[in-house]
């Protein structure tokens, strides 16, 4: 009679794909937090520079 042959196979996760996984998770938050920071600075730069055109066009001296 032939003898049975045992082949494993791992059908879950390892701890290399889940490490990876975790990995580019941190990854994409982090893009997503500096793009939402520049952005942010951007708007606060041109409000600042809103502001300070019309309070110069406010004290500006009519003829």
Do not use: W
């Amino acid at each position: 009679m032939a003898d049975e042959r045992v082949i494993p196979r791992n059908n879950g996760l390892s701890v290399g794909g889940v490490l990876i996984g975790l990995g580019v998770l941190a990854l994409a938050a982090i893009v997503a937090f500096i793009l939402l920071s520049a952005h942010s600075n951007k708007a606060l730069r041109t409000d600042a520079v809103n502001s300070a055109a019309s309070s110069l066009a406010a004290s500006k001296p009519t003829k």
